[in-house]
């Protein structure tokens, strides 16, 4: 297999696309099935499922190329790479996270559309219900589960005010800030929210709230976890401790600990989803997808933040966890 465009979107796209498309030896005359995968920017998790993807499309032997594509954050961006797969003709497009998403749901009418890492499909608008897939769009919702995740602080800390750091224009950003908020109220904790609209604003949003709380709360938000050392830089110079809802960010940043959806495995699910789709499956018959199963899920404790913290984590959680990051190297338990 291989990536026909790797990152971006070149600004002569449009002037060019006719000769990119009707040329001799064009992406359209292929004999491989194009797949385009549209994320909105690279960190970890979102990169796990991209590569997820690929790997289950390998493994089954489904002969295919990509055209991988990074909007780095702009939905500007993430709309201009909805139409160029529109122009290639791909015969999927895939949408990782909910702003790349809902711009090739809304370009592409026909073609079916696959979304992966989306937190709420109803509200943004992508499907009619959980339960029924769109005319033309199904794919994985990663619905995470945020009371759980901050009731991990009690297991060794006490806390009185939490901090959240999220962004306000990211659609699954506002629902889980809102379910944080709930999650707070029913747990006796006061919390403490900083917006932003852009990941350059997370380490001036966190400033703004350390002297204020005793954790900080990072969910499944892609616009702060692009921006994650920013956030925990502050965090940790403050001695205040990060929690996070995505653990493939937590093996490469200062978060003491985090829990949430192991995504390379989204990744491959959705790549299963992706071959029936290619084998003739309506995604009108194809429900929204969830990750159900408890070894999908991964604890991850950091035992070096631990020590910077002058935190003593439980032994229970240690041995609870299916990943320890101990002397700068993650360790993999289950």
């Known amino acids: 297999m291989r ?36 994320k909105i920017v690279t960190h970890p998790a979102l990169d796990a499922v991209e590569k997820g993807i690929q790997d289950q499309l390998a493994s089954m032997g489904v002969d295919v190329q ?34 790349t998403a809902i711009a090739l749901a809304e370009t592409m009418n026909t073609t079916p559309v696959v979304f992966s890492a989306v937190t709420d499909p109803v509200g943004a608008g992508l499907v009619p219900s959980l339960t029924q897939g769109g ?43 809102e379910m944080a908020k709930k999650a707070c109220a029913e747990l006796g904790i006061e919390f403490v929210p900083a917006t932003v609209s852009n990941s350059a604003e997370v380490r001036q949003a966190t400033q703004s709230i350390v002297g204020r709380v005793d954790a900080i709360y990072v969910s499944t938000d892609n616009t702060v976890v692009s921006a994650l050392s920013s ?7 403050a001695k205040i401790p990060v929690i996070s809802a995505d653990p493939s960010s937590a093996e490469t940043y200062d ?16 790549g299963k989803l992706v071959a029936e789709i290619l084998k003739g499956k309506p995604t ?7 990750l159900t199963d408890r070894k999908d899920l991964v604890l991850l404790v950091n035992l070096d933040v631990a020590k910077k913290l002058g935190i003593t984590l439980p032994q229970s959680l240690i041995d609870e966890a299916n990943k320890i990051v101990e002397n700068g190297q993650v360790v993999n338990k289950k």
């Not at 465009?5 to 194009?34: D, H, N, W, Y």
């Not at 055209?67 to 895939?94: P, R």
């Not at 956030?231 to 110079?237: D, E, G, K, N, S």
């Not at 978060?255 to 959705?270: E, K, Q, S, V």
């Open 255 to 270: 978060i003491l600990a985090a829990y949430g959806f192991d995504y390379y495995t989204m990744g491959r699910a959705t």
């Open 66 to 99: 990509y055209d991988l594509q990074n909007a780095n954050g702009d939905v500007n961006t993430a709309k201009q790479i909805a139409n160029k797969f529109k122009a290639e003709n791909v015969a999927v497009a895939v949408g990782i996270a909910t702003p």
């Open 135 to 177: 005319k033309n769009v199904t794919g994985y919702s990663d619905m995470t589960p945020v009371k759980q995740q901050i009731e991990l602080l009690s297991k060794f800390m006490h806390v009185k005010r939490l901090g959240h750091v999220y962004s306000s224009s990211e659609p699954n950003a506002v629902v889980l800030a």
């Open 3 to 38: 990536n026909i465009v790797r990152t971006g979107v070149v600004c002569a796209f449009f002037l060019a696309a006719a000769g990119m498309v009707f040329a001799g030896g064009s992406a359209e005359k292929s004999q491989k099935p194009i797949i385009g995968i549209s």
């Open 231 to 237: 956030l925990t830089q502050v965090a940790t110079q």
């Open 284 to 290: 009108s018959e194809i429900p929204t997808q969830f």
